[in-house]
């Protein structure tokens, strides 16, 4: 499998951005999909995810902000993050996962304040 994420950017405090992750190969194998962040210093961690049957999964430091989504036909998965704060900071990757667990490259997101 392979994933191509995209969508990140310099925005300012309070401003929107969205990300998408495009998903290749050996998609069958995936039962979910979703974004993880890393910032400077900080271990990698959940944003959000979504499953097959879209059942949806939020850090609570995202929840009412962002939004998870996905288009099976492009095996493709969104993420729109609105009112975003300096702490969102970070490189987000896409994830992958089943059977085993596949991960893009990331992408920067930069909030200034």
């Known amino acids: 499998v392979q994933l191509q994420a995209s969508g990140g950017g310099l925005v300012q405090a309070g401003g929107s951005l969205r990300l998408s992750c495009a998903a290749s190969?050996?998609?069958?194998?995936?039962?979910?999909m979703g974004w993880y962040r890393q910032a400077p210093g900080n271990q990698r961690e959940l944003v959000a995810t979504?499953?097959?049957?879209?059942?949806?999964n939020y850090a609570d430091a995202v929840k009412g902000r962002f939004t998870i989504s996905r288009d099976s036909a492009k095996n493709t998965v969104y993420l729109q993050m609105t009112n975003l704060k300096p702490e969102d900071t970070a490189v987000y990757y896409c994830?992958?996962?089943?059977?085993?667990?596949?991960w893009g490259q990331g992408t920067q997101v930069t909030v200034s304040s």
């Open positions: 994830k992958a996962g089943g059977i085993w667990a596949y």
């Open positions: 190969g050996r998609i069958f194998s995936i039962n979910y």
């Open positions: 979504i499953t097959n049957d879209n059942k949806l």
